[in-house]
């Protein structure tokens, strides 16, 4: 074979896809993008290497429609999925193949790791190695069925009666705090290692690996010595937000107070909001044993809709851009 056949053979080889998740990560918290303060090491090298998409856009700012929309390319008016407590049906009957299914059936080894947040909890996407590390879990069944937790018990026995293993929630959730267990053995080293051995793994087939990241999404848990690593006097002054504008959204104004009642005035902190949201969504069964949290947690308001944006990676970073009001496409990423 010529030397030019070798490398057109080469260059038409399928490509490895790493696919990075993380939740609830600000789209301008990434250093190489221009952020004065914070420091992201890893992902400036993936800026550096790949390509950084600048005025994409999530197709809903809500968890579970967003996450149906990556996992089908689809709106979430097709997938049926509008909120995370409005349960959508037959999605893959809506949609067609989900992407792990698409990609296998072009010749990819597929493995999906971490945070999947679906419904049912243990939906099948696809992938051919499947683990879960969930942020929350309606039963006790499925917090001892979780992979990380039982990566976690087995490797250090001595942590398990946690029942929270990502931080402490009901009051504490928004209340910065120490991860209860040393850096080697929280989610995020347990989800990099299972990545790394995919990685590894030796298999003429490409991969396609999608890798979640429960974190940072609350409760604000970094483990020793990542706690220590800014300081707060170097930090800006949060931004206040506009009562007009943050008052059209029901649950934002719920959870700002929830959080902060005795700051937020009262078009922020609408009366109407049911006290029963003050309580943990946490639960007591009949016989008085405490239930584990489910994800839907409290009944939302009709018109609910939580503004928190959940960051996709694809070898790219997702940066800040300009609010887009057409209904074209998103500019073609800009690559580095």
């Known amino acids: 074979m010529s030397s030019a056949a070798t490398r057109s053979s080469v260059d038409a080889a399928p490509p490895n896809i790493l696919f990075v998740m993380t939740d609830q990560q600000r789209f301008d918290t990434i250093a190489a993008?221009?952020?004065?303060?914070?420091?992201?090491?890893?992902?400036?090298?993936?800026?550096r290497r790949?390509?950084?998409?600048?005025?994409?856009?999530t197709t809903c700012p809500v968890c579970v429609p967003a996450?149906?929309?990556?996992?089908?390319?689809?709106e979430p008016s097709k997938t049926s999925w509008l909120s995370n407590w409005a349960p959508g049906d037959r999605v893959?009957?809506?949609c067609g193949p989900y992407l792990a299914q698409t990609l296998a059936a072009r010749g990819y080894r597929t493995w999906g790791l971490g945070k999947f947040?679906?419904?049912?909890?243990?939906?099948?996407?696809?992938?051919?190695?499947?683990?879960?590390?969930?942020?929350?879990?309606?039963?006790?069944?499925?917090?001892?069925?979780?992979?990380?937790?039982?990566?976690?018990?087995?490797?250090?026995?001595?942590?398990?009666?946690?029942?929270?293993?990502?931080?402490e929630r009901t009051d504490m959730y928004y209340v910065p705090q120490v991860r209860a267990m040393p850096v080697g053995l929280t989610v995020e080293a347990w989800l990099t290692g299972r990545a790394r051995e995919e990685i590894a793994r030796p298999d003429p087939r490409p991969y396609f690996g999608f890798v979640s990241f429960v974190t940072?999404?609350?409760?604000?848990?970094?483990?020793?010595?990542?706690?220590?690593?800014?300081?707060?006097?170097?930090?800006?002054?949060?931004?206040?937000?506009?009562?007009?504008?943050?008052?059209a959204d029901d649950?934002?104004?719920?959870?700002?107070?929830?959080?902060?009642?005795?700051?937020?005035p009262p078009p922020q902190a609408p009366s109407s909001a049911p006290a029963t949201w003050a309580r943990s969504p946490s639960s007591t069964t009949a016989s008085g044993a405490s239930?584990?949290?489910?994800?839907?947690?409290?009944?939302?308001?009709?018109?609910?809709?939580?503004?928190?944006?959940?960051?996709?990676?694809?070898?790219?970073?997702?940066?800040?851009?300009?609010?887009?009001v057409s209904s074209s496409p998103p500019a073609a990423c800009r690559f580095s």
């Open 33 to 47: 993008l221009g952020h004065p303060l914070v420091r992201t090491p890893n992902l400036d090298r993936l800026v």
């Open 50 to 57: 790949g390509a950084a998409c600048t005025n994409a856009y």
């Open 92 to 94: 893959s009957e809506r």
């Open 216 to 247: 940072p999404h609350p409760p604000i848990a970094p483990p020793i010595p990542y706690n220590r690593l800014y300081n707060p006097d170097d930090m800006p002054d949060p931004v206040p937000g506009d009562p007009a504008i943050d008052a």
């Open 117 to 167: 947040h679906t419904e049912p909890r243990h939906e099948p996407l696809g992938f051919q190695t499947h683990e879960y590390s969930e942020e929350l879990w309606p039963t006790e069944e499925d917090f001892l069925g979780d992979d990380y937790v039982k990566w976690l018990r087995a490797r250090a026995p001595d942590f398990a009666h946690l029942e929270q293993v990502h931080g």
């Open 291 to 324: 239930s584990m949290p489910s994800k839907r947690g409290p009944t939302p308001p009709t018109r609910s809709s939580a503004s928190i944006p959940t960051t996709a990676i694809i070898s790219a970073i997702i940066a800040p851009g300009r609010r887009r």
């Open 67 to 74: 996450r149906y929309s990556i996992m089908t390319g689809c």
């Open 251 to 264: 649950y934002l104004g719920w959870m700002n107070h929830a959080v902060w009642a005795e700051n937020i």
